[in-house]
């Protein structure tokens, strides 16, 4: 069964054969537009037996989407095909080589710049292995299922956010340093830590005597009336992924221990599209130093740095990315660390470690000149 014939004759010839994400646009198109079973039946092709035929119908008119939902997914995602039922079946890493092309050509994934940034700032790129399938979630009303993965709405390459990166350092930086600011050990530590707007505000404004906590987070009034607001010196980069998969959860009832509906999710898959190569994926990171404004010396940035780097070097391989964090997903591995220093004086403009424990390393080597 073939999904492009979903689009209709002139469309059909414009759509590209293997682009599973633009025959899923199509595919919710007809769903939610079928009027006539029967023409539907006709296109799709009609079942040997009446009793099939009746159970088709029936379905198309109660639950048109549904029923194509499960027809995407056997065709698109299930490696087992043929006799094997909607739903059902082990799963298929999907690519998106089309976005990434695109948007690899446009220089939307590289890192900035460092000779655009003042005196004393500094590009950190983190590398690390994804363990395990990672889930964010999109706005988007109009796609086929549910709860698809956060993608880009122009290339339609999936992607960690820069403001969920920047409130998971902010997670993993609260958990590091809890006595630093207004936390304490009996605190409680799931997440996400950053809800209590009052005690991220009271963390920033109190961590420690040197603030590095306001100075890499900024504060922001989050409809509060407050005195003064700061922008953040530590700016996140969009994490981007290159396959997705799809999970079936069955949520269970505490009480009988039983699951209730099955609920379909997209995730971001953390094998290639090969279905046997780990996904590696890169975060950009860099701290813009105000050079010649008050807390702008080197040590100073260099301390900032370290710490949110140990931080975050610390937590994130034990907690992991993403949603439902606590459950296995968005697991990560770190793999490499490199930072691009401009004008510190007595460092390299490049220093590079590899191996689960290069995250660290590098904040060691940069705490030494704080």
Same mark, same amino acid.
């Given at each position: 069964?073939?999904?492009?014939?979903?689009?209709?004759?002139?469309?059909?010839?414009?759509?590209?054969?293997?682009?599973?994400?633009?025959?899923?646009?199509?595919?919710?198109?007809?769903? /939610?537009?079928?009027?006539?079973?029967?023409?539907?039946?006709?296109?799709?092709?009609?079942?040997?037996?009446?009793?099939?035929?009746?159970?088709?119908?029936?379905?198309?008119?109660?639950?048109?989407?549904?029923?194509?939902?499960?027809?995407?997914?056997?065709?698109?995602?299930?490696?087992?095909?043929?006799?094997?039922?909607?739903?059902?079946?082990?799963?298929?890493?999907?690519?998106?080589?089309?976005?990434?092309?695109?948007?690899?050509?446009?220089?939307?994934?590289?890192?900035?710049?460092?000779?655009?940034?003042?005196?004393?700032?500094?590009?950190?790129?983190?590398?690390?292995?994804?363990?395990?399938?990672?889930?964010?979630?999109?706005?988007?009303?109009?796609?086929?299922?549910?709860?698809?993965?956060?993608?880009?709405?122009?290339?339609?390459?999936?992607? +960690?956010? !820069?403001?969920?990166?920047?409130? +998971?350092?902010?997670?993993?930086?609260?958990?590091?340093?809890?006595?630093?600011?207004?936390?304490?050990?009996?605190?409680?530590?799931?997440?996400?830590?950053?809800?209590? +707007?009052?005690?991220?505000?009271?963390?920033?404004?109190?961590?420690?005597?040197?603030?590095? !906590?306001?100075?890499?987070?900024?504060?922001?009034?989050?409809?509060?009336?407050?005195?003064?607001?700061?922008?953040?010196?530590?700016?996140?980069?969009?994490?981007?992924?290159?396959?997705?998969?799809?999970?079936? /959860?069955?949520?269970?009832?505490?009480?009988?221990?039983?699951?209730?509906?099955?609920?379909?999710?997209?995730?971001?898959?953390?094998?290639?599209?090969?279905?046997?190569?780990?996904?590696?994926?890169?975060?950009?990171?860099?701290?813009?130093?105000?050079?010649?404004?008050?807390?702008?010396?080197?040590?100073?940035?260099?301390?900032?740095? !370290?710490?949110? +780097?140990?931080?975050?070097?610390?937590?994130?391989?034990?907690?992991?990315?993403? !949603?439902?964090?606590?459950?296995?997903?968005?697991?990560?591995?770190?793999?490499?660390?490199?930072?691009?220093?401009?004008?510190?004086?007595?460092?390299?403009?490049?220093?590079?470690?590899?191996?689960?424990?290069?995250?660290?390393?590098?904040?060691?080597?940069?705490?030494?000149?704080?």
């Amino acid at each position: 069964m073939n999904f492009e014939f979903l689009a209709d004759l002139e469309q059909e010839r414009q759509l590209p054969t293997q682009n599973w994400q633009a025959i899923a646009f199509y595919a919710k198109r007809e769903a /939610m537009g079928i009027r006539d079973p029967d023409n539907f039946i006709k296109r799709w092709g009609r079942p040997q037996r009446d009793d099939q035929v009746q159970r088709l119908e029936r379905k198309i008119r109660d639950e048109p989407l549904t029923h194509v939902r499960s027809l995407f997914l056997r065709e698109h995602f299930m490696q087992s095909q043929g006799g094997t039922e909607p739903d059902q079946g082990p799963h298929k890493v999907r690519g998106v080589e089309y976005g990434q092309s695109a948007m690899n050509k446009a220089g939307l994934t590289a890192a900035p710049s460092l000779s655009v940034l003042p005196a004393g700032s500094a590009i950190l790129t983190l590398k690390f292995r994804l363990l395990s399938p990672l889930l964010t979630k999109d706005d988007d009303p109009f796609y086929l299922f549910d709860n698809p993965v956060r993608r880009d709405h122009i290339f339609g390459v999936p992607y +960690l956010a !820069a403001a969920s990166v920047k409130g +998971l350092s902010f997670d993993a930086y609260q958990r590091a340093f809890p006595n630093q600011g207004v936390m304490d050990e009996t605190a409680d530590l799931k997440p996400p830590l950053a809800k209590n +707007l009052a005690r991220t505000r009271q963390f920033r404004l109190k961590d420690g005597n040197q603030s590095h !906590a306001r100075r890499l987070f900024g504060l922001a009034d989050d409809g509060v009336q407050v005195k003064f607001s700061q922008a953040g010196r530590l700016h996140f980069g969009p994490v981007w992924f290159p396959s997705v998969q799809y999970l079936v /959860m069955n949520p269970m009832d505490p009480a009988k221990g039983i699951g209730t509906i099955p609920i379909q999710f997209e995730a971001i898959a953390p094998l290639m599209a090969d279905g046997k190569t780990p996904v590696e994926a890169e975060l950009h990171v860099f701290y813009f130093n105000p050079a010649g404004a008050p807390e702008s010396d080197t040590a100073t940035v260099r301390g900032d740095l !370290a710490r949110w +780097l140990a931080a975050v070097a610390a937590w994130w391989p034990v907690m992991g990315l993403g !949603a439902k964090r606590l459950a296995g997903y968005g697991a990560i591995e770190p793999v490499s660390a490199i930072c691009q220093a401009r004008d510190w004086p007595d460092s390299p403009g490049k220093q590079e470690f590899n191996g689960k424990d290069s995250w660290m390393k590098l904040a060691e080597f940069i705490a030494k000149g704080a």
